[in-house]
């Protein structure tokens, strides 16, 4: 990536230093002012996210939207609701959090979404797609329940706009027909272009109050005679058909007005000042460039989606030594076994809803274009879609982040499992992803995949294992799933043969005496320093589901205490397995966890949100240190 052109040191910025002391003197600039502050707003920003890391080009895409929208509605009274959030860091600048986009998705800052305890001005917490058409309808349903008038407003993206949760609101505000502004922010990379001065004219004409009145005006009158008022209504469609792609919505109760330019910071004010005065449900089609502003970014938007904070160049030792390569990421293990599988079995299908490059699918997109499915962010159809793949002879693997798999929950349990159909899903971003926060952790797969029937889950604890249990989950003739975790593995040789692991059987990787260390995931590194530390045994239990039954009765018998350790919510996850077979088995011994307790992890480095979580080597110990009987002699011999 070429980052020479991002500053680095804070620009000058007198326009939004007013702004940044008093968010709501942006409703008294000038129109000269407020151009001049999209240049300052966009300069600070390459800034700031080039220092901190976070979402770059989507933010840089809405400036002037950002902009307009504050200056033209009474924010917070009237609501802003912007779906995912990738693209809200303009609007933290601009609602008094200036000061503090350098703690940005660290430690106690500011969380990279939108967060409603972070801010009045943050009206729904969001990080999945397709909310908020809902939330805001919710919103402005609520206003008219209690007589008040305020204005709601809706941004959603042309990728966002694809979720089926979008569409279902869409039509549903047809029929309510709230007083609600949607506005599609279009930049080009999911609907299909119509650009040029006629579509900006007519954007600009059917906002206007004459048009507007003419509308209405026609409508009762016509209205009473069908054959006249259907052909008007066909004649506006068809005319709105030719230059933008409104009918669709119109058709569904909504006005439509676009596309216009979204860098036209003029337009956009008086375009939205006019549609602020309609009642019922408005969408206003404008099309951005993502990545505005910065050239890099507009040339590569995917690439340039989101940075890492970028370090100070220094200059490099003669006698420096190069540093060993990293070990690969889990997402690309994952890559490399999807095309060596392909290769070798032709049923081989890869569904992915929207996440391509996140879930290292790019070789096989290039290499096997035939079988490889992107579903546009629509969950709930990707796991349906693969289910009918599968019932007719394809094997198919929905590569899905593990907070993503949520939204598909009942088509996992009544489309592929009820019918044990033969569907691999690879869980990426499982367990703790760190700076997404809340919203992006993994941390409830297992509870919520454990207990469904016909499934078996595999939960590797390293980059080999990896690939070898998504050969064996692949082979297995009905639905399984492999959770990975966000990032690097370990370091350790990846076999090229795809022999798999035996279903339902893990290994002790250290044998110890008196405490038994259970480990289900990647936390076996944790698992093993407390093994050192207590003289311990480490069970890598490998399999969730089914469990290895006779490895654990093999360390109950041989242990006073065992200790299970996992990434996952406390509640159902692999450490309930394991207490739920010993307690229906009669069992008379002591079982201890280690997992995610009953809360939502905040935001941080990936460490810091386990350090956080209590899933470290010390935390293991400390929990030993509770066990009753010779375990806390033996924790007390340690210490001393």
């Known amino acids: 990536m070429n980052f020479d052109q991002l500053p680095t040191k804070a620009p000058n910025t007198p326009v939004l230093d007013r702004v940044d002391v008093a968010p709501e003197a942006i409703s008294d600039l000038s129109a000269e002012e407020l151009v001049q502050l999209a240049n300052e707003l966009r300069e600070f920003l390459l800034y700031s996210v080039s220092t901190t890391g976070g979402h770059f080009g989507a933010g840089l895409g809405v400036v002037e939207l ?116 949607l506005i599609l922010n279009d930049n080009q990379m999911s609907i299909g272009h119509n650009t040029g001065g006629l579509a900006s004219y007519f954007a600009r004409i059917w906002a206007t109050q004459t048009y507007l009145t003419l509308r209405e005006t026609s409508k009762k009158l016509l209205e009473h005679v069908k054959p006249a008022w259907d052909l008007a209504k066909r004649t506006e469609e068809h ?59 507009e040339e590569d938007p995917i690439g340039y989606h989101a940075l890492g904070k970028i370090e100070p160049k220094k200059e490099k030792p003669a006698e420096a030594v190069t540093p060993a390569p990293k070990p690969p990421k889990y997402q690309d293990v994952f890559g490399q076994w999807l095309c060596d599988t392909a290769e070798v079995d032709p049923r081989l299908a890869g569904i992915t809803p929207a996440m391509c490059e996140g879930s290292g699918m790019v070789n096989f997109a290039q290499q096997y274009p035939d079988r490889y499915f992107d579903v546009a962010i629509a969950e709930q159809h990707a796991v349906t879609l693969a289910a009918g793949m599968a019932c007719d002879g394809v094997k198919p693997v929905v590569a899905i982040y593990s907070t993503f798999l949520q939204r598909g929950y009942d088509q996992l349990i009544h489309d592929v499992a009820l019918q044990n159909l033969d569907v691999t899903f690879a869980i990426d971003r499982a367990g703790l992803v760190g700076q997404d926060g809340a919203t992006h952790h993994g941390a409830f797969d297992l509870s ?46 990846i076999e090229p043969e795809l022999k798999g692991l035996e279903i339902g059987k893990g290994e002790i990787v250290r044998q110890g005496a008196g405490t038994a260390i259970i480990n289900f995931g990647v936390l076996l590194t944790e698992a093993i320093k407390a093994g050192d530390a207590l003289d311990a045994t480490v069970a890598d239990m490998r399999w969730v589901k089914p469990l290895d039954t006779d490895l654990l009765d093999q360390l109950a018998s041989s242990h006073d205490v065992l200790i299970t350790v996992e990434e996952n919510a406390l509640a159902g996850g692999a450490g309930s397995a394991v207490a739920e077979y010993f307690s229906e088995r009669g069992l008379n011994c002591e079982v201890r966890h280690i997992a995610i307790d009953d809360r939502f992890i905040d935001h941080a480095g990936q460490g810091e949100t386990r350090t956080d979580a209590g899933l470290t080597a010390e ?7 509770t066990a009753s009987g010779r375990l806390q002699a033996q924790t007390k011999a340690v210490a001393s």
């Open 66 to 181: 950002t902009i307009a929208l504050h200056h033209v509605f009474n924010t917070p009274d009237d609501r802003i609701v912007w779906d995912v959030g990738h693209q809200c860091y303009p609007h933290k600048v601009l609602t008094g959090r200036r000061q503090r986009m350098g703690s940005m998705r660290q430690k106690g800052g500011l969380s990279g979404f939108p967060k409603r305890s972070e801010s009045e001005f943050d009206t729904f917490g969001v990080g999945h797609s397709s909310t908020s058409i809902s939330a805001a309808m919710g919103m402005a349903l609520a206003a008219r329940q209690q007589g008040i008038d305020r204005k709601v407003v809706a941004v959603i993206g042309d990728g966002a706009i694809t979720g089926g949760m979008a569409f279902e609101a869409l039509a549903h505000a047809g029929h309510e027909r709230p007083n609600m502004l």
């Open 448 to 493: 919520y995949m454990r207990c469904i029937p016909n499934m078996i889950i595999a939960a590797p604890s390293n980059e080999n294992d990896c690939r070898q249990l998504l050969v064996s989950a692949y082979n297995h003739p009905g639905p399984s799933a492999v959770r990975y975790p966000r990032g690097e593995g370990i370091g350790v040789r």
């Open 619 to 625: 935390d293991i110990l400390a929990k030993a240190s």
């Open 239 to 297: 005319m709105k058909g030719m230059v933008a792609p409104g009918t669709l919505f119109e058709e569904l109760g909504w006005h439509y007005i676009g596309p216009l330019d979204g860098h036209d910071l003029p337009s956009l004010v008086e375009v939205l000042k006019r549609v602020s005065s309609l009642s019922g449900p408005q969408i206003l089609h404008i099309r951005t460039i993502k990545g505005k502003g910065f050239t890099p970014a």
